[in-house]
């Protein structure tokens, strides 16, 4: 956690997330190898073609690191990085936009939810990703 804990907050919250999820990282996930951390992908929906997105996801993360322990990702709407939407509530719209991007995750990478908070707060996860 101190490592992933230097450089930015989310990655302070990924370590939490995963010693949350796993209280024996060390033995548990990390000898079936490496944790692939997979975020900030996105495409504009008039670009995607049906499944763009998830082919070259896939497609990517199969060519960087194909045999990995576990996959994490958070699903988090990046087209509302840094931007509030006029006129509609923030966080009502945040909150309907992760649980579609939760559902679009699950689709593609057939990930599932964290255990309790972490969970509800749109961190997935998939073991012996391949």
Not at 37 to 45: G, H, M, N, V, Y
Not at 114 to 128: D, I, M, S, T, V
Request: contains cysteine.
């Amino acid at each position: 956690m101190q490592v992933l804990d230097i450089n930015e907050e989310f990655e302070a919250e990924m370590a939490a997330a995963i010693c949350h999820q796993w209280k024996r990282l060390l033995n548990d996930v990390t000898p079936d190898g490496p944790i692939l951390d997979f975020r900030c992908a996105w495409i504009t929906p008039k670009l995607s073609d049906g499944n763009l997105f998830g082919d070259a996801a896939c497609t990517l993360m199969s060519n960087f690191n194909p045999v990995n322990s576990v996959l994490i990702m958070k699903a988090f709407p990046l087209e509302y990085e840094g931007e509030v939407p006029e006129g509609s509530d923030l966080k009502q719209a945040l909150d309907r936009c992760m649980r579609a991007t939760i559902r679009h995750y699950r689709k593609i990478f057939d990930v599932r939810p964290f255990r309790g908070k972490y969970g509800k707060e749109g961190w997935l996860w998939r073991h012996r990703a391949t």
